[in-house]
């Protein structure tokens, strides 16, 4: 039987060849359509790398054209000797197949069979054969990818002023490139290069300008992210031991950003520590899990001197080169992308500072409006009462009144100064409420009463201005440093605040 079925593989395999174009047209003709729809969805809606997918789609074809051939509509022997027959073979292969199948009963049957093996040799079946494919699936397939190619280069459309602002942004990320990619190692730069080809490529679809600031908000957000998966395990465990011990808060921080200078000028809070504090710090170092050899010795010679409280200074040296070290794993990595952000982050905290200025400049003009308005309502105050018996005044709003009594030849008093705005603290913990009845004016129904339910608490403590600005502006720029913010977001919070200094 293996021996009929090599003379008939020949044959076999121009069949399969057969069926895989068939199948291979069917399969890529569906999926360069859902190509097709992809692109243009993607004209008008944003998918980061469609052309990946596309492929991918493609992809997913050809292997359901493999499938298809090899599995489910596999070639069979039955098929083959079938095919064998009609070119030539006169019923002789499939008959001498199913008499190799179920084996020879006489000589007649033998005979059969060694004549089907004579004919299969003599006789080249699958030069004889001709592979046919159907030509409505040839053009749908070519025009399919026709389409797909074309499709594919038709421009996105976008406003103008989103290819303005995205060219910018293409072109600054062009210049950081340059500037930092020199100094980094082979790894360094696969990272870095993941990282910003993926927000080219969206800065490059992006049909607005809030697509383009959305793509830059999440590329900062995952190169803020890549900064901290690139420091070495070993700091940043070290980083959240210290966290946990007090007054190490600042050089936990410096060793979370692998920031090797920020390290050294922080190394030595250690030694104003306490008794107490030392010991704690002694203990808490004992119970981390470090892997680099160095690290952990130098970390073992400081439990030791906190413990005997001799040699802090020598083991806080050793410390301070190990961890150095450790900094200074993708150190440039992480230059770069600091960088980067910093130049994506400029325009925007430029533009938002602008705003700011000019949203200060308007308080300030109405600040100076409201104050001619309450003079000219204190002067008007102090004209009151002129001209005869009795009293007249005029009542100022925002903070003053003018009052005027006039007697006999009418003179008058008024009073226009303006209090300054008090100031108090955001102590509400004492929550306290009251019921505030305003009587109305009387008529013809009645006089009416209006009930309100006041819950705000109760006031704070009358303080300066300065120190309440103060308190605002440490928990704003404590929660900056806290929560996940873009980069650029602290130096326009910090701005902010400087303007209201003036």
């Not at 090797?260 to 030694?271: D, L, N, S, Y």
């Not at 009418?410 to 009251?434: L, S, V």
């Not at 873009?486 to 919070?493: A, C, E, F, H």
């Amino acid at each position: 039987m293996k021996e009929f079925l090599r003379l008939l593989f020949p044959l076999k395999r121009k069949l399969m060849l057969e069926r895989f174009c068939k199948w291979f047209l069917i399969w890529e003709s569906i999926t360069g359509s859902m190509g097709i729809l992809l692109l243009l969805i993607s004209k008008f809606y944003r998918i980061d790398h469609v052309l990946f997918w596309c492929g991918v789609l493609l992809l997913c074809g050809l292997l359901a054209t493999l499938v298809t051939t090899f599995w489910i509509k596999k070639v069979t022997a039955q098929e083959t000797a079938a095919t064998a027959d009609a070119c030539g073979g006169a019923e002789r292969m499939i008959t001498t197949m199913e008499l190799l199948q179920r084996g020879t009963n006489n000589d007649v049957e033998a005979l059969a069979v060694a004549d089907g093996f004579a004919k299969a040799k003599e006789q080249d079946f699958a030069k004889q054969y001709h592979i046919q494919l159907s030509k409505k699936w040839l053009r749908l397939c070519a025009v399919v990818f026709a389409a797909l190619v074309c499709v594919g280069f038709v421009p996105i459309q976008r406003e103008p002023e989103a290819k303005i602002f995205a060219d910018a942004k293409l072109e600054k990320i062009e210049q950081v490139k340059e500037e930092v990619q020199e100094e980094m190692t082979k790894e360094e730069k696969q990272i870095f290069t993941k990282a910003v080809k993926s927000l080219e490529q969206a800065l490059q679809q992006a049909k607005t300008q809030k697509q383009a600031e959305d793509a830059i908000q999440q590329a900062q957000q995952e190169m803020k992210q890549l900064e901290k998966q690139s420091v070495s395990k070993d700091l940043s465990a070290l980083a959240e031991t210290l966290k946990k011990q007090a007054g190490m808060e600042d050089l936990a921080k410096q060793m979370e950003q692998g920031n090797g200078k920020g390290i050294a000028e922080r190394m030595q809070q250690i030694q104003n520590m306490s008794p107490e504090q030392k010991a704690a710090l002694a203990q808490a170092l004992a119970q981390t899990e470090i892997s680099d050899e160095a690290l952990q010795e130098a970390l073992q010679q400081l439990q030791d001197a906190l413990q005997n409280d001799e040699n802090l200074q020598d083991a806080l040296q050793q410390l301070q080169k190990a961890v150095t070290a450790q900094a200074n794993t993708n150190a440039k990595l992480r230059y770069g992308l600091q960088k980067m952000n910093q130049s994506l982050a400029q325009n925007a905290v430029s533009a938002n500072n602008n705003t700011m200025q000019n949203q200060a400049q308007t308080n300030a003009q109405g600040a100076q409006h409201n104050q001619g308005n309450q003079s000219t309502q204190g002067n008007q105050g102090q004209q009151g009462g002129n001209g005869g018996n009795g009293t007249q005044g005029a009542n100022g709003t925002n903070g003053m009144q003018g009052n005027g009594a006039g007697a006999g030849g009418g003179n008058g008093r008024g009073r226009g100064h303006i209090e300054a705005e008090p100031i108090y603290t955001r102590n509400a913990a004492n929550k306290a409420d009251e019921d505030v009845q305003l009587q109305g004016i009387d008529t013809e129904q009645g006089q009416t009463t209006m009930t309100e339910h006041h819950t705000m608490g109760e006031e704070g403590e009358h303080v300066p201005y300065d120190t309440v600005y103060q308190q605002y502006r440490n928990d704003a720029m404590r929660s900056l440093e806290e929560q996940n913010i873009p980069y650029g977001m602290k130096t326009l919070v910090s701005d902010y605040f400087s303007t209201l200094e003036q």
